[in-house]
């Protein structure tokens, strides 16, 4: 005889009501999870990615700047 596996959820669910919840979620609330786990995502890749961005543009640009005439600010 197979046992059966239960899977328990750590933390909140976000509609508060327990595992019957996590059934009963709309497409809106899917949208709105979806929205803010990928905006969090854009904002440390935006953080992170802007500086280096800036320094590969201005490598890239005519005429070559050499990399301190880059990063210094004058």
Known sequence: MASRVSL???GKS????????MEEKSASQYFK???TWSFK??????????I???IIIGMNSEPKPQIH????PF
Do not use: D
Request: charged share 25%; no cysteine; aromatic share 10%.
């Open 14 to 21: 976000s509609s508060g009501k327990g595992a019957k919840g």
């Open 8 to 10: 328990k959820t750590k």
């Open 52 to 54: 280096p961005m800036i």
């Open 69 to 72: 005439q880059l990063l210094s």
């Open 33 to 35: 999870e979806w929205s």
């Open 41 to 50: 995502k854009a904002k440390v890749i935006t953080h992170y990615g802007f």
